[in-house]
Nanobody
């Protein structure tokens, strides 16, 4: 599967953005989808994930209640809705895919999110 992320941009603190990640190449519904981010000078960190079919989600603590993952298997797309954005959310955001029992081994190219104070 190949992944293409989009939707990043510049937003003021308190604003919202929705990131999208479109998959192609294989059966999208076979994959658990995740979002990660990497800020300048920091290691990449997990943001959240969504299960293959029933939409079970998990989130990193700092984004709980502000970010929401969803997916549309008919469109081979996973979304990351980000509300109440903070300057510390500034990072390059990556979508990734893994099989149910595997590790994240397919990555998109990243999309920049910048939150101004």
């Amino acid at each position: 599967v190949q992944l293409q992320a989009s939707g990043g941009g510049l937003v003021q603190a308190g604003g919202s953005l929705r990131l999208s990640c479109v998959a192609s190449g294989r059966i999208f519904s076979n994959y658990v989808m995740g979002w990660f981010r990497q800020a300048p000078g920091k290691e990449r960190e997990f943001v959240g994930s969504i299960s293959r079919d029933y939409g079970f989600t998990t989130y990193e603590d700092s984004v709980k209640g502000r970010f929401t993952l969803s997916r549309d298997n008919s469109k081979n797309t996973v979304y990351l809705q980000m509300n109440s954005l903070k300057p510390e959310d500034t990072a390059v955001y990556y979508c990734a895919a893994r099989l149910q029992t595997g590790s994240y081994d397919v990555w998109g190219q990243g999309t920049q999110v910048t939150v101004s104070s």
